[in-house]
Antibody
Framework: DVQLVESGGGLVKPGGSLTLSCAAS????????MTWVRQAPGQGLQWVGR??????????DYAASVKGRFIISRDDSSDTLYVQMNSLKTEDTATYYC???????????????WGQGTLVIVSS | DITMTQSPSSLSASVGGRVTITCQAS??????LNWYQQRPGKAPKLLID???NLKRGVPSRFSGSGSGTYFTFTISGLQPEDVATYYC?????????FGPGTRVDI
């Protein structure tokens, strides 16, 4: 089964750092562009950033609100996506999701898979 | 960056009723638009991509239309299980911003 499982959330003080993981299984992770999205409590969805596959350059793009503080990376040997979050602010408090679009040949279409999310609380 | 706006921010309709949500982009995104459903406590679910392409397994009462900067999302025959927040998202260029969401109640 296709699955994405986020982990690493927790309580961190303002100015601190935290790294989240997104473990992938059931599909060819190395071929997929991966995206992080977050949702503050009671608020809407915010696109955080994405990383392309290494075949497509492995480059990253970020939302303005996290650029320079967050670093998205991937380890294709362990099928894991990461986001290293530095200089955390209270406004970074949110549930963080990873997602990707997977080509399903039998359906002749892309299927989008999301993880269940991991909660990050930035508070003193 | 491209800004997405949605209206209304919330609405209430009767079971069996018709619901229409609009989404506007701050610049031309062609048809590069997704519509999502998010139920409380759950991850978002992609319903429609390419502005009007209904994803497999999604009930046909959901539909989308539009191109360029103006898009609409319709539920024809609202069901109790459709109570959720709906978001549009563009994917023209990064960052792939979301609209602020529309909460749909019965």
């Amino acid at each position: 089964d296709v699955q994405l499982v986020e982990s690493g959330g927790g309580l961190v003080k303002p100015g601190g750092s935290l790294t989240l993981s997104c473990a992938a299984s059931g599909f060819n992770f190395r071929d997929r562009w991966m995206t992080w999205v977050r949702q503050a409590p009671g608020q809407g969805l915010q696109w955080v950033g994405r990383i392309k596959s290494k075949e497509d350059g492995g480059t990253t793009d970020y939302a303005a609100s996290v650029k320079g503080r967050f670093i998205i990376s991937r380890d294709d040997s362990s099928d894991t996506l990461y986001v290293q979050m530095n200089s955390l602010k209270t406004e970074d408090t949110a549930t963080y999701y990873c997602y990707t679009d997977i080509w399903v040949g039998e359906l002749s279409e892309y299927v989008q898979q999301w993880g269940q999310g991991t909660l990050v609380i930035v508070s003193s | 960056d491209i800004t997405m706006t949605q209206s209304p921010s919330s609405l209430s309709a009767s079971v069996g009723g018709r619901v229409t949500i609009t989404c506007q982009a701050s610049q031309d995104i062609r048809k590069h638009l997704n519509w999502y459903q998010q139920r409380p406590g759950k991850a978002p679910k992609l319903l429609i991509d390419d502005a009007s392409n209904l994803k497999r397994g999604v009930p046909s009462r959901f539909s989308g239309s539009g191109s360029g900067t103006y898009f609409t999302f319709t539920i024809s025959g609202l069901q109790p299980e459709d109570v959720a927040t709906y978001y549009c998202q563009h994917y023209e260029t990064a960052p792939h911003t979301f609209g602020p969401g529309t909460r749909v109640d019965i």
